[in-house]
């Protein structure tokens, strides 16, 4: 019959370390002064293990104290169960970026791929040659791809995250409009006036889009949009052939003009300002990789050391 050992004690670490030591040395009194207790407690020790293993384990003898037969069947497994205990106490888990072959997937907004993955991914190449970088959407599965490991890193705008999450502020941002460099009746400034006469652009996706509209109905203005956008695809090629305008944040603003030598101005609208975060679920808090990464984006992106 099968030994049911469902309801059986658990042995103590320390009467298995007793045990190997009294085995090693034959000796109560060398056990004792190695784990640095008195005597009476090792003794007392011993009797509570002879107890939950059912046999005397040591007999005293001129030569000292001798194990049995059930002491000498055991000791093989005891020294193999403290061995894998020291193991996992001693175990410090590592990443080396240099050799590692690992696969990370980071939430962002495709405003993200403009603005911080060429970064992120030129010097992942440079100090991970193996590794592979995977953009997923910002979207109401973000949370739960961040829980369960399928996504390892969000970097945005996420308010929406809750308890179990970490975050780390990068850079603040503001808002800028932009226009084509030869706009007809725009001059050095941008006015609340022009914002409201001139047609719009909008980018619809995004939290960003949502301050602007707030922001709008706040100051009881409204903007013409003549086009609206899922996404920054096409965006500068449309800016830069027309005389409309868009509001964006500046650090996509900014990147957007400098490649099609748009003009960017302060966005005459009261619109607040938000923070860029990295974000992650606490159950990868310790996990080596994602802290290299963690580490990676916070010294390419947080405020004061990126490039804008």
Known sequence: MKKDISSAPLLDVNLLQLFELIYDTRSVTRAAEQLGLAQPTVSIWLAKLRRQLNDPLFVRTPSGMLPTPEADALIGTVRQTLESLRYLAQREATFDPATSERRFRICMTDASHITLLPQLLAHVRSVAPG??????????????????????????????????????????????????????????????????????????????????????????????????LPGF????????????????????????????????????????????????????????????????????????????
């Open 131 to 228: 590794v592979c970088l995977g953009a997923d959407r910002i979207d109401d599965r973000t949370a739960q791809r961040l829980e369960s490991g399928e996504a390892d890193l969000a970097l945005g705008l996420i308010p929406e995250l809750g308890a179990g999450f970490y975050q780390q502020s990068l850079f603040n941002q503001d808002w800028v409009c932009l226009a084509n460099a030869r706009h007809p009746r725009i001059g050095e400034t941008l006015t609340q006036q022009n914002f409201a006469d001139e047609g719009h652009i909008t980018i619809v996706s995004g939290t960003g889009h949502h301050l602007l509209e707030a922001s709008l109905t706040r100051c009881r203005l409204t903007h013409r949009v003549v086009l609206e």
């Open 233 to 308: 695809l096409g965006l500068t090629a449309i800016v830069s052939t027309t005389d409309l305008l868009v509001t964006l944040p500046r650090h996509i603003g900014e990147t957007l003009a400098r490649i099609e030598g748009l003009r960017v101005f302060p966005c005459p609208i009261p619109i607040p300002g938000f923070t860029v975060k990295q974000h992650w679920h606490s159950r990868y808090h310790n996990d080596p990789g994602n802290r290299w990464l963690r580490g990676l984006c916070a010294a390419l992106f947080l405020s004061g050391r990126n490039d804008g």
